[in-house]
Nanobody, 124 residues
Framework: QLQLVESGGGLVQPGGSLRLSCASS????????IGWFRQAPGKEREGVAC????????RYAASVKGRFTISRDNAKNTVYLQMNSLKPEDTGIYYC?????????????????WGQGTQVTVSS
């Protein structure tokens, strides 16, 4: 069973940056569509950024476009989410998810494997 492990979360001031990592052992992530999702207290889980296994299609939530970048390092079998110009409303638990065919919507329901999440807090 595919297991995903997120890392890189933490506390950062508004305007700061963080880079989240999503890694897997035993499975080659370049075969999978990968999505980053986040969930704030009292809110539904929302798609932040998704990329197809080919890397040809990447989708971002409107709220993060221009600030966040999803990328792959196939040699390290890792997918990253670079987050710049962070805002307090970016606070939440960030999850990495994978699926062999997630479609083109970047919806949580389309991903079958999930990590445990990493906390991101943006506060002064």
């Amino acid at each position: 069973q595919l297991q995903l492990v997120e890392s890189g979360g933490g506390l950062v001031q508004p305007g700061g940056s963080l880079r989240l990592s999503c890694a897997s052992s035993g499975f080659t992530l370049d075969r999978y569509d990968i999505g980053w999702f986040r969930q704030a207290p009292g809110k539904e889980r929302e798609g932040v950024a998704c990329t197809r296994n080919s890397g040809a299609l990447t989708r971002y939530a409107a709220s993060v476009k221009g600030r966040f970048t999803i990328s792959r390092d196939n040699a390290k079998n890792t997918v990253y989410l670079q987050m710049n110009s962070l805002k307090p409303e970016d606070t939440g638990i960030y999850y990495c998810a994978a699926d062999l065919d997630s479609g083109y919507v970047c919806a949580a329901a389309d991903f079958g494997s999930w990590g445990q999440g990493t906390q991101v807090t943006v506060s002064s």
